[in-house]
């Protein structure tokens, strides 16, 4: 409730800008979104799930609203998992294989040079709207949606990246704690490093939300393993049914529960009303 309660306000907040629904609608948006990418690749389809529910904004508009929420999330992600990742490397340089420095090195700088591009993209959207706008000049239709972009300044980006930082903190909680309830000794500190290093494997690796409790499993698994090798600690036999559980636990809270609510909402779309109507 907490997760998709506030990633519901930031879209609510996003969308404020082309239309002012209130958190009700914006739920029934972020609810139908999640059910209608459940089934496409690494999410695609809760952009279109989203903006049907919407009466006053052009579905163009209403989808580069809701990518702005999505690069906020993914800069969190990327950000909190290249800090995990540096430290792992500084502490444990056998964690990644070959443990060479220069390849070391090589990590180190190109997540710092991809946290500083994205960071640079998000926190500047007005000078990237500009850019896009000189570039698409010839497109007409294309060019009056990329000024999306130029709708939010600094410090609106900034509440959306905060609101991110909540729900990435929330669902970090969540898979730490259903750990701990499966008996998977942790510390809170290597917990959250764990996390981030899981959700960070998670996000690079294309999947479709319906086979993705395997690869979270397979990430998470490899991921406790490497980090109990390097602290000279033999987890018990069953680590990996315990690491199995947590994040099968977490994806059906996370993603076919709400996925579930959604497909509630979703014939209410204009999408499928529309289509009612022509037959």
Not at 85 to 92: N, P, Q
Not at 167 to 186: A, D, K, T
Not at 192 to 198: C, F, G, K, Q, R
Not at 228 to 254: C, H, Q, R
């Amino acid at each position: 409730v907490v997760n998709w309660g506030m990633e519901s306000i930031k879209w609510q907040y996003l969308i404020r800008k082309n239309e002012k629904i209130n958190l009700k609608t914006s739920a029934q948006g972020v609810f139908s979104g999640i059910t209608i990418s459940s089934l496409t690749p690494n999410r695609i389809g809760e952009y279109f799930g989203r903006v049907f529910i919407l009466k006053k904004t052009h579905p163009v508009r209403g989808i580069l609203m809701t990518i702005v929420g999505s690069l906020s999330q993914l800069l969190v992600t990327i950000i909190m998992g290249g800090m995990a990742m540096i430290y792992v490397i500084f502490g444990f340089p056998e964690f990644i294989y070959p443990a060479t420095p220069i390849l070391h090195g090589v990590y180190i700088v190109l997540l710092i040079l991809l946290i500083v591009v994205l960071s640079g993209i998000y926190f500047n959207l007005k000078g990237v709207s500009g850019l896009l706008h000189k570039l698409t000049v010839r497109w007409p239709r294309i060019n009056r949606y990329i000024r999306v972009f130029s709708y939010y300044n600094r410090k609106e980006l900034l509440i959306v990246f905060l609101y991110s930082l909540g729900r990435y903190l929330v669902f970090s909680l969540q898979l730490y704690l259903l750990m701990r309830i499966f008996h998977i000794p942790l510390s809170v500190f290597d917990g959250l490093i764990i996390v981030s290093l899981i959700f960070l494997g998670i996000t690079i690796i294309p999947s479709v939300a319906l086979a993705e409790i395997g690869i979270r499993g397979s990430v998470a698994i490899y991921i406790i393993r490497q980090f109990y090798l390097m602290k000279d600690f033999n987890p018990t036999s069953g680590l990996e049914f315990d690491v199995m559980a947590s994040t099968s636990m977490l994806w059906l809270i996370n993603i076919i529960l709400p996925a579930i609510i959604g497909s509630i909402f979703i014939f209410k779309l204009s999408f499928f009303k529309s289509s009612d109507n022509e037959n």
